[in-house]
Nanobody, 115 residues
Framework: QAQLVESGGGLVQPGGSLRLSCAASGIAFSLYAMGWYRQAPGKQRELVATFNSGGVTNYANSVKGRFTISRDNAKNTVSLQMNSLKPEDTAVYYC?????????WGQGTQVTVSS
């Protein structure tokens, strides 16, 4: 069955960097659009960045220029490099895989930006 496993979250000071990774199994990874979403306490889950099967990336305005999404189809992984982190980036970050009606989520990894 499909499984997405995130890693790389943690506590970082404002202005710092973190790299999140998501390892996928049980899916034809190269066919899927992969993405990162986040959910802060009391807020709805929101899109952070996506990387579709055709190589097109998309970012939320709030992270443009600071975050970079990448994927490795040979390793079935998708990563999110987060630079210049701000306290408002604090959230649980979720990996997502989507192909037509099929959508899968990871368990989430906590990112906390605080001094």
């Amino acid at each position: 069955q499909a499984q997405l496993v995130e890693s790389g979250g943690g506590l970082v000071q404002p202005g710092g960097s973190l790299r999140l990774s998501c390892a996928a199994s049980g899916i034809a990874f190269s066919l899927y659009a992969m993405g990162w979403y986040r959910q802060a306490p009391g807020k709805q889950r929101e899109l952070v960045a996506t990387f579709n099967s055709g190589g097109v990336t998309n970012y939320a305005n709030s992270v443009k220029g600071r975050f970079t999404i990448s994927r490795d189809n040979a390793k079935n992984t998708v990563s999110l490099q987060m630079n210049s982190l701000k306290p408002e980036d604090t959230a649980v970050y979720y990996c997502n895989a989507k192909l037509w009606a099929a959508t899968y989520w990871g368990q989430g990894t906590q990112v906390t930006v605080s001094s």
